[in-house]
């Protein structure tokens, strides 16, 4: 079993990118999906989650209004949407999936891919 992320790069402030996640060895329909980031000598700390139907969707405060999380079913896959992205989004980005939405949330998730690097310049 894997998730994969990709879309990672160097951007400007103010700027876009649009992370995926495809997961691999099984299907995660029913998971709850998240997006969680880590910069340099911080604590991984949470970004977004989203419930199995795409129905619910939570954000971290420092993201509101600025991310987006989607998923494609079909596709077994998870979307961040980055934008007006600031140089302190800077992280490695992680997707996790998990069938409990807290467990998603607290960053206790079964499944975590290998991480994506988001560079952000001023």
């Known amino acids: 079993v894997q998730l994969v992320e990709s879309g990672g790069g160097l951007v400007q402030a103010g700027g876009s990118l649009r992370l995926s996640c495809a997961a691999s060895?099984?299907?995660?329909?029913?998971?709850?999906k998240g997006w969680f980031r880590q910069a340099p000598g911080k604590e991984r700390e949470f970004v977004a989650a989203i419930n199995w139907s795409g129905g619910s969707t939570y954000y971290a405060d420092s993201v509101k209004g600025r991310f987006t999380i989607s998923r494609d079913n079909a596709k077994n896959s998870v979307y961040l949407q980055m934008n007006s992205l600031k140089p302190e989004d800077t992280a490695v980005y992680y997707c996790?999936?998990?069938?409990?939405?807290?467990?998603?949330?607290?960053?206790?998730?079964?499944?975590w891919g290998q991480g994506t690097q988001v560079t952000v310049s001023s």
């Open positions: 996790a999936a998990h069938p409990t939405y807290a467990e998603v949330v607290s960053g206790k998730s079964d499944y």
């Open positions: 060895g099984r299907t995660f329909s029913s998971y709850t």
